[in-house]
Every structure is written in C-alpha cells, then in structure tokens.
C-alpha cells in the first residue's frame, strides 16, 4: 500500500509498504490523490523558485518587510516580519511569494523561528490578506511547515488575531501550537539572543509607551500619544 512519507527535511516521498492493513478503493483512491497533489505542488514549487533566481527583488529588500535576524539561543535562524512595511495596496501577492521563497527556501531546510511585529500595522494596510495566508500555506512545501520552530506575534491587535484565530480551524493542531502571543518585546529575550535581534526604533518606542498604558493591552486607551495605534479604540 502506498503512503506519504513527509522526511524531517519536509521532503515528500511515497512509500509503498506490504505490511499495511488493507483500506478500502475508496481509502485508497483518496491516499493516492494526496499523493499526487502533493508531489505535484513540490514539482510546481521547484519550478518557481527556479524561474524566480534571477528576478531582481532588490526593491522588496528595500521595504525590509522580511528579514533574517541571527539565531535563538538554540541556534535556529529568524526570519523577521515587520508588518507595517509590507504595503499591501500596491504589493503583488504573487510576486511577494516568489520573493519570499528565494528568501526561505534554505532556511526551511533546518529547524527555524519566525518573529512577526505587528507593531503600528493594520491588517487592513499591512496585511497580503486571509486568502493569500491560506494559499501560500497549501503552496509551501511541507519541510516549511515540519521545520518551524515557533512563531512570535509580538503588538498583535484585535484585528490581526481574529484573522490569524479565522485560520486556525484550517491549520494543523501542531502547527496553531507553535503560535505565541508577546505582548511586550521584553519577552522575547527567553528564547532569543537581544543583541542578534535588530528592533526597529518604532517598535521599541511603542513598547515603550504599552510600559506607560499598561491598560492598552487590554482595549483601553489612556493617553492621547496612542490615539493613532491602529486597532485601538480612542479614549474613554
């Protein structure tokens, strides 16, 4: 009987095992169709990020959206989003995705963290969208998925958590496990290196103010200094 076999590399491979208890045409059709839809998007994936080497992303490096920082205290790398770079209004998703896996593509390789600062974004300005989050995650190959790590939401605001909780449901338990909310940059400090890892000013001076309101963590503005942060209500 043929299995998918996903390596600790996230390589697809097919097994066929004499051992295996029978399953019926229908259990068999359907393993079979996952087989094949998923070499075919490793096949598909190879293709891209062939055709993409040599396209110049030199000015999606620019808007630094995605960064690779150092490494935890454990020695994975960190890729860096900084959320409030990424323009969606005039970004192409699809270009964004090739850009993104000649990025990652060898990181995925080893075991890896990703550190998301949602910091003075807005998922409405900021973000590729829920659609493109679920596409791109059907579209990456499963090393992508069996080698991350952890991912730090660090300034998550009530938007950005209902669309990432939207997906939830659609993702693996696994994989929604690996989800940690930080709500001050402080935090990060237990898994990772402070000087490997470059915070932007503005995300440092926002924290700074959260250390001041200590009520907007939980919806409550307090000062006039955080009546723009998106996602937070004005004062009460």
Not at 17 to 22: D, V, Y
Not at 180 to 189: D, G, I, K, P
Request: hydrophobic share 40%; net charge negative.
């Amino acid at each position: 009987m043929e299995t998918i076999d996903i390596h600790s590399s996230g390589q697809v491979q097919v097994v066929t095992s004499g051992t295996a208890p029978s399953q019926s045409f229908i259990g068999r059709w359907l393993q079979a169709r996952r087989a094949a839809t998923a070499l075919r998007g490793e096949q598909l994936y190879a293709t891209t990020l062939s055709d993409s080497a040599t396209e110049d992303f030199s000015d999606l490096d620019h808007l630094g959206f995605l960064q690779i920082s150092g490494h935890d205290k454990v020695g994975r790398p960190i890729v860096v989003v900084v959320a409030r770079n990424y323009q969606a209004k005039v970004l192409s998703p699809e270009r964004v995705y090739r850009y993104l896996i000649t990025r990652l593509d060898q990181i995925a390789n080893e075991p890896y963290s990703i550190i998301w600062f949602h910091t003075s974004s807005s998922y409405w300005q900021n973000s590729p969208g829920l659609s493109w989050m679920w596409r791109t995650y059907e579209r990456l190959p499963a090393k992508y998925r069996a080698n991350l790590h952890r991912v730090y939401v660090v300034h998550c605001d009530l938007p950005m958590w209902v669309g990432l909780a939207a997906l939830g449901p659609l993702l693996s338990e696994a994989l929604w496990r690996k989800v940690e909310w930080v709500s001050r940059v402080e935090f990060l400090w237990d898994n990772v290196h402070k000087k490997q890892l470059l915070i932007p000013d503005f995300v440092a001076e926002h924290d700074a103010i959260l250390e001041d309101q200590p009520l907007m963590d939980y919806g409550v503005v307090a000062a006039k200094e955080v009546n723009s942060v998106p996602g937070l209500p004005g004062p009460v």
